[in-house]
């Protein structure tokens, strides 16, 4: 009960008593004869007991400023939904932001010229609900994910690194929880909104200063995941608990029995982050990019001492990186405890550093046979003046590119049908 590691609470609330459940969406009635997903050992299954692979990718901008899904004002949703198919995915991880729930459209978000369906659109929340039912009409699953509290880009040490903050009397944990109730009661009747991926990248708040455990976290996610459950009962769906990004340990305090497990082993599923600037431990992001001197010195120093970790996963040769990830949570599908779910890695398609390690992790993925969602399909300028997002899978018109690299190996390796 130490005041330091607690939430902060507030009576003044939000239950959203007037949303109530959509009805169900115009789509193929033998294809959602699959849903509601589940989780059985290692693998997440159809209503018959048959594997669904999540083949996926993530599409941000509802998690942002905007409060759009990245596109719309470049290219119809029709055409990017037709994309994501034609590049061999089923599954889109859907970023979202608490303060999205409460927004209004603002202009030059969406070209209704190439959207006139969205024109009806009174809300961001609304705009959402769209482009899910559309991704169902597509035959494509959807998981929705808590990105960030305030709608701007995820990055470092910031005030959404928690999944509350603690200097805000509206994105408090009890109002998080009830978020996420009114989208459970919001798309029950859709069972191709197939998880729930709780909360993403937890990591330390600066200010005011509050650091996240496992324990805390999971504690959370329990809270969470037992108010979807009354919200759904016999129709809970998969429920996305990712580890804490920083410092990076394994899954061991995740699936410890007792935690989660075994109350939760029909629907939890863990998930993890890989890219090649990060790492196990307390990494040291883009240490890659110290290339100066003295910047090189002081990395040197930092990694020696042990303030932070001596390698990223960039910087391991194919058989480390195989056995750091083996350590960390490919040990849980080895023993058939539960799915573990890889929902963010991607690169650049240039030749360089970044590229050199996804192809030794793409060819470990295969492996594993594991459940993934590729970082992203956005492509062109992030939300906020972030610069250009260079690991999309889309030309600038928010189609397919003719020849991609990324998509050749993830094909190769049996991430993607041929």
Known sequence: DNPFFLATRTAAMNTWPTVTPLAPAAIDEEWLKQFPLSAK???????SGERFRLRGINWYG???CKHVVGGLDVQSLETICSSITTMGFNTVRLPFSNEMLRSSLLP???????????QSCASPLEVFDAVIKALGQHK???????????????GGPDRNGLWYDPGSEIYTEDQWIEDWAMLAR???NWPHVGGFD??????????????????????????CAERLHKELGGRMRLLVVERIIWPMRSLEAY?????????????LVLGVHHYSWNGPGRYLAFGHTMHGYLQGCVKNILRCIGFFSKENYGDMDSDELSDVIY???????????????ISEFGTELNEGYDLDWFRRFIEILGRLEVDFAYWSLNVGPKPGGQGDESYGFLSKDWTPLLSDLRVELMRQHGLLPT
């Open 108 to 118: 030059g978000s969406i070209d209704f010229t190439k959207n006139p369906s969205l």
């Open 140 to 154: 494509l699953v959807v998981v929705i994910n808590n990105h960030t509290s305030h709608g701007e880009w995820c």
């Open 327 to 341: 350590g960390q949570w490919a040990y849980l599908l080895q023993d058939n405890v539960c799915p573990v779910w």
């Open 186 to 188: 919001r798309y029950q």
């Open 198 to 223: 709780l909360r993403n990248e937890v990591r330390f708040c600066p200010w005011p200063f509050r650091w996240a455990s496992a324990y805390s976290w999971t504690s959370a996610a329990q809270r």
């Open 255 to 267: 699936a410890a029995e007792g935690v989660l497990l075994p109350e939760w082993k029909q629907h």
């Open 62 to 64: 509802a998690s942002d």
């Open 41 to 47: 050992g290692r693998h997440i299954v159809t209503q």
